[in-house]
């Protein structure tokens, strides 16, 4: 139990464009799930917080108008990269905690690589 | 400012052994601390969570601990195998129970047949 998948896996773009990553939990509903982002080498970093019928919540220096983030349903949340740059190149990681858990559980991930 | 560290070289260990990672922080008051195992390229696995008012905690062959007052987490795997070899990472709980989490850079283990 406790699966989340995240669509794609990898992604190449070319500046300026945008790029959407879905993130779906895949047998449990989740009010909340969370973007991260990882660069190589380094650590997890939290993006933000999304929120299943509100506003997302955005860590301090996360731009919310370049990283979109939907939560539509209580299984489904997207992020949404806009004008995408090649400093945005990373790899982008979604969770979800069931219930009322606090154990986190990660997609897969995407590789976003913008040209 | 606040950190998370974890120690930056691999740790080689024979199998069977036992693997000792350390987690330190500074300047964070978590409710809960969080052990993660993660593979190239892949999102991270849940491991085990402690709370702040948990000394110890065990999982088949792993075991945390957790000091609030060192600022310190512990983590063991016990009669170590190959399989075992990979990043794990400490998380803590940056926001009181809000599942908000900070992660450190992680320390990559290799056990060695």
């Known amino acids: 139990g406790a699966v989340v998948s995240q669509h794609p896996s990898w992604v190449i773009c070319k500046s300026g464009t945008s790029v959407k990553i879905e993130c779906r939990s895949l047998?449990?509903?989740?009010?909340?799930m969370f973007w991260y982002r990882q660069f190589p080498k380094q650590s997890l970093m939290l993006m933000a917080t999304?929120?299943?019928?509100?506003?997302?919540?955005?860590e301090q220096g996360v731009e919310k108008d370049k990283f979109l983030i939907n939560h539509a349903s209580l299984t489904l949340s997207t992020l949404t990269v806009t004008s995408a740059h090649p400093e945005d190149s990373s790899f982008y990681i979604c969770?979800?905690?069931?219930?009322?858990?606090?154990?986190?559980?990660f997609g897969p991930g995407t590789r976003l690589t913008v040209t | 400012s606040q950190k998370i560290e974890q120690n930056s070289e691999a740790l080689n260990i024979q199998e069977g052994k036992t693997a000792t990672l350390t987690c330190n922080y500074t300047?964070?008051?978590?409710?809960?601390l969080q052990w993660y195992r993660q593979d190239p390229g892949r999102g991270p696995v849940f491991l085990l969570l402690?709370?702040?008012?948990?000394k110890e905690k065990r999982k088949e062959r792993l075991k945390v601990t957790f000091d609030t007052t060192l600022k310190q987490s512990l983590f063991h795997i016990t009669a170590s195998q190959p399989a075992d070899s990979a990043t794990y990472l400490c998380?803590?709980?940056?926001?009181?129970?809000?599942?908000?989490?900070?992660f450190g850079k992680g320390n990559q283990v290799v056990v060695i047949p």
């Open positions: 969770s979800a905690a069931p219930g009322h858990s606090y154990e986190q559980y």
């Open positions: 047998d449990f509903q989740a009010t909340t």
């Open positions: 999304s929120n299943e019928g509100s506003k997302a919540t955005y």
């Open positions: 300047n964070y008051s978590p409710a809960y």
């Open positions: 402690i709370r702040e008012n948990e």
């Open positions: 998380a803590l709980d940056f926001s009181y129970g809000n599942n908000r989490l900070a």
